[in-house]
Structure formats: structure tokens, C-alpha cells
């Protein structure tokens, strides 16, 4: 008799044993909750390499390229710059394009060269049709010696420093006819809808054992009216870019 109690006592400690078993919680729950948790990481660290301008919100789908629309929009040259993003307007773009320099034959076979540069803010409705917010031109012409006019490589960028959720563009160009290395003319364009801001000078030029030269800057009265994080980042960029270089 005590040999088939102590049979039975045994088979229930193992039963309740298998049961315990059961019940314990899966590892692999942990293991999937904590690639989840990276994945995830990695996403949002992968958005926010992406466009920096983007960090607050108030600027979506910032990209310095403009092929997929170019097509719709009116404008005169060839574009060497653009951008487009979405903001509390709607679907936006800038372009900036220059012409190839014409030449003119005076009187006694004499050569002038001429040369023009735009830059077009766009507004781009739901239907495709694109709306000119604001144009800008500029031109050297009639030049006689070595003729310059052309956007600064990598100077555009599209920002939202107020954080009003409407966008700025900024942008620097270069323009001058000259016969030796004297300093090219500057000009920094900033816009935020219709509002234009500029910042007009000279670019300073460094030469061995001499200089440097150049290197004027005024500020255009239309700041004064502006937020003040403008004309600190006007002046930003205008300095990051104000040397010029001879090849």
C-alpha cells in the first residue's frame, strides 16, 4: 500500500512540474521586442540623415533636384540648381539657370561677350500647374576682357529658420569682366514667399605674398525688417563662400 501511494505522489510532482513548464515565459517575446526596438532606431536615424532642414517638421520632402518637374515649369536658360519640398504653401521649387554667353562683333572686329542668370521661385499646385511666386536676372554684358557670371556650387539651401512652417532659399552668384585677378562681384539672394532679401559685396581673393583684396559686404535694408535668425545665417553663408579661387 505504501509502495502505490509513494508511485502516486511521484506521478503528481511530475505532472505539476510539466505544467510549471508550460507556463514560463518564451524568450524569443524578448528577443523579438528588441530587434523591433533597433529596427525602429535605425529608421529614424537613416529620415533624419536624409535632410537635416527636415528636423522640425516644418520643412517634408527637401531634395536639390529638380528633374521629375523641371518639365512644368516656364523659365529661360539652362538650370545648374534647384530644389523642391513641401511646406505650409503647398509643393515648392527653385531653380536657378544661366544662359551660354552670346557674342558681338563691333567695328574693327572688336569682341563683346554678354551672359544673363535667373533665379525662379515656384509654387506648384495639386493639378501640376506651377505658379511664378518670385523671378530674379542679372546679366554682364557688352564685356570686352574675361567674362564671369555663374551660380556658387553647393550655395543653395532651402531652410525654415523662423520656424513659421514657409520656407527660405538662399543662394550666391558671382559676376564681374575683367582683364586681371581684381575681386569678382558678390550677391547672396534670400526669399521667403514673395519677400526678398540681399546681401551685395565683393568675393576676397588671396594671392601669394600680396592681399588679400576685396572682401566689401553690404547688407541690404530689407533685413532690418526681417527676422534676425535671417540675416545671421545671410551672413553665415556669405562668408563660407566669399573667397574665390583661381584654377
Known amino acids: 500500500m505504501k509502495d502505490i501511494i509513494l508511485i502516486i505522489l511521484l506521478i503528481s510532482l511530475f505532472l505539476l512540474s510539466g505544467c510549471s513548464k508550460n507556463n514560463a515565459p518564451l524568450p524569443e517575446k524578448k528577443e523579438t521586442k528588441d530587434s523591433s526596438s533597433v529596427t525602429a532606431n535605425i529608421n529614424k536615424e537613416s529620415a533624419g540623415a536624409e535632410t537635416k532642414e527636415n528636423a522640425d517638421g516644418t520643412i517634408s520632402g527637401l531634395k536639390y533636384d529638380v528633374k521629375d518637374i523641371a518639365g512644368k515649369l ?3 536658360g539652362n538650370i545648374v540648381a534647384g530644389a ?9 521649387a527653385i531653380i536657378i539657370t ?8 563691333r567695328q574693327g572686329g572688336e569682341r563683346t ?3 544673363k542668370l535667373f533665379g525662379y521661385g515656384f509654387l506648384i499646385g495639386e493639378n501640376g500647374n506651377s505658379e511664378e511666386v518670385w523671378k530674379i536676372n542679372d546679366l554682364v554684358e557688352n564685356c570686352d576682357f574675361d567674362l564671369t557670371l555663374s551660380y556658387i556650387e553647393k550655395s543653395l539651401s532651402v531652410t525654415d529658420l523662423n520656424k513659421n512652417g514657409t520656407a ?9 569682366c575683367r582683364s586681371d ?3 569678382s562681384d558678390l550677391k547672396l539672394m534670400m ?12 568675393m576676397i581673393v588671396k594671392l601669394p605674398n600680396e592681399g588679400p583684396y576685396g572682401g566689401e559686404m553690404k547688407v541690404d535694408k530689407s533685413f532690418n525688417d526681417a527676422p534676425k535668425e535671417f540675416l545671421d545665417y545671410a551672413k553665415q553663408q556669405w562668408k563660407k563662400f566669399q573667397e574665390e579661387k583661381f584654377n
Not at 526669399?191 to 565683393?202: D, L, P, S
Open 74 to 76: 516656364l523659365f529661360d
Open 84 to 92: 523642391q519640398w513641401k511646406d505650409s504653401k503647398g509643393l515648392n
Open 98 to 105: 544661366e544662359t551660354r554667353e552670346t557674342e558681338k562683333k
Open 113 to 115: 561677350l554678354s551672359k
Open 168 to 176: 527660405e532659399t538662399t543662394f550666391l552668384y558671382k559676376l564681374t
Open 181 to 183: 585677378v581684381s575681386p
Open 191 to 202: 526669399h521667403e514667399g514673395k519677400e526678398k532679401y540681399a546681401i551685395r559685396g565683393t
